[in-house]
């Protein structure tokens, strides 16, 4: 990218996610938004332009368009007896005679193991970074408060270190492109229901962690934390919402990795499964939360019908 950028072109990358950001140094864009890239030198933050804004942007979250004059529609894909159906002498390739949507798929495989790595970082940083030290404050918190605040985060922990190894094992380090990752996604589509649980408690962890910030002590206790565990600046509740994002975008990733995956490919049928495997926990962690936020007012009906009873009976 930075030989494309230092020759004078005009490089292009498209959005794979919404990044939405508060910061004025940060550019922020919706999904497929074309970006300029002008300038990534740094691994991980590129710096770019949309109309008359410019700031820096995860690269993680965007993929370069490899061929900048064609919609990426255009590319050639590979065709049954490993000929290419662009039969023409201009077929674009890549190393060992990879065609270019081979190149995205690659692109797409690394930027899946590699936010499953941060991820685990992440939920490890929280675990034992937090809740570690909570558990031997007893004078400022209860197990039942942390139980509210924390939810199963630990038992998604210990899911996502098994399924981040099952990934690793898959991978094909040699040809990233060939690596097979749809089967890990079938065999812990179950294991993902977890996130149900701290999905619905969330909104109950929110409120309770913003009773307790409201005591200084409670907010230069999560900030020691956070400095202890050398975590980058962000508050107590943004690591929190994780788990939660991390959910809804594996559905977003999927249909991604099935884009760049050929029929003919050995993972194309159980990429395509796992994409609608994804989409069903995603859909049912969605139906329980407005089954329980139902339930909830229909108690808060019932409770202020019997209030409304009990006052009758007193004033008749």
């Known amino acids: 990218c930075v030989t494309l950028i230092s020759d004078g072109s005009v490089v292009y990358a498209e959005a794979l ?10 550019l922020g864009f919706k999904a497929g938004d074309v970006i300029e890239v002008m300038d990534a030198t740094n691994k991980e933050w590129w710096w770019g332009r949309i109309l ?23 590319y050639p894909v590979k065709v049954e007896g490993g000929k290419d159906d662009d039969s023409s002498s201009g077929t674009r390739r890549f190393g060992m005679g990879q065609t ?35 558990r031997k404050r007893a004078d400022m918190f209860t197990e039942e408060q942390l139980k509210t605040i924390f939810g199963n985060i630990e038992d998604i922990y210990r899911c996502q270190k098994k399924f981040v190894k099952a990934l690793e094992k898959k991978f094909n380090k040699d040809h990233p492109h060939l690596s097979e990752v749809g089967s890990c ?39 020691a934390c956070r400095l202890l565990q050398k975590m980058i600046d962000i508050s107590l509740d943004g690591f929190l919402l994780t788990p939660v994002q991390k959910i809804c975008k594996y559905p977003l990733q999927l249909a991604e990795l099935l884009k760049y995956t050929n029929p003919q490919h050995r993972d194309f049928k159980d990429v395509e499964a796992a994409l609608n495997a994804m989409k069903n926990v995603a859909r049912l962690i969605n139906e329980r939360k407005r089954r329980l936020e139902n339930i909830d007012k229909i108690a808060q009906w019932q409770s202020s019908i019997e209030d409304w009873e009990v006052r009758q009976t007193y004033f008749s």
Request: hydrophobic letters at 30%; one cysteine or more; charged letters at 30%.
């Open 52 to 74: 008359d804004s410019e700031g820096w942007f995860p690269a993680s979250f965007v993929r370069l368009r490899v061929n900048q004059d064609e919609p990426l529609e255009d």
């Open 185 to 223: 996604f079938l065999e812990y589509q179950t294991e993902f229901q977890i996130y149900s649980e701290y999905c619905n408690n969330h909104p109950n962890a929110c409120m309770e962690l913003s009773r307790l910030t409201k005591v200084n002590k409670y907010v230069y206790f999560f900030e």
């Open 17 to 26: 996610w919404d990044h939405v950001t508060m910061d004025d140094q940060e």
């Open 100 to 134: 270019t949507k081979d190149q995205m798929r690659t692109n797409v495989i690394n930027e899946i193991i590699s936010t499953e790595r941060d991820y685990i970082k992440h939920l490890k940083d929280i675990c034992e970074g937090y809740i570690k030290q909570c």
